[in-house]
């Protein structure tokens, strides 16, 4: 089993930034591919941006191309989404994920997942 908690949502005007860490217990984190997704009321849980065991290759979806900065450390188990230029559109629950496939962006693919947090942008 892998429990995942994340941290570091809330409430932020357009144009800023914020961190969203998750951090990992129990089986070895660097033997998983490590994903964000996000999910905004009324719609379906999307991908945001995975990256492989080593950290070493990255993946994001288009829209969050340049503003949003996936990374890992292995040593603290704890994966991090860093997000600049935050837009109202980007208003979501943020949900970090686990996998042992090589980071792929279906959410089924995933078998652990964290409770979420929350990130709204005000215009």
């Known amino acids: 089993q892998v429990q995942l908690v994340e941290s570091g949502g809330g409430l932020v005007q357009a144009g800023g930034s914020l961190r969203l860490s998750c951090t990992a217990s129990g089986r070895t984190f660097a033997g998983f591919a490590m994903a964000w997704f996000r999910q905004a009321p009324g719609k379906e849980r999307d991908f945001v941006a995975a990256?492989?065991?080593?950290?070493?290759?990255?993946d994001y979806v288009d829209s969050v191309k340049g503003r949003f900065t996936i990374s890992r450390d292995n040593a603290k188990n704890t994966v991090y989404l860093d997000i600049n230029s935050l837009k109202p559109e980007d208003t979501a629950v943020y949900y970090c994920a686990a996998t042992r496939d090589p980071s792929p962006r279906t959410a089924q693919a995933y078998d652990y997942w964290g409770q979420g947090t929350q990130v709204t942008v005000s215009s």
């Open positions: 990256v492989r065991m080593s950290g070493g290759s990255t």
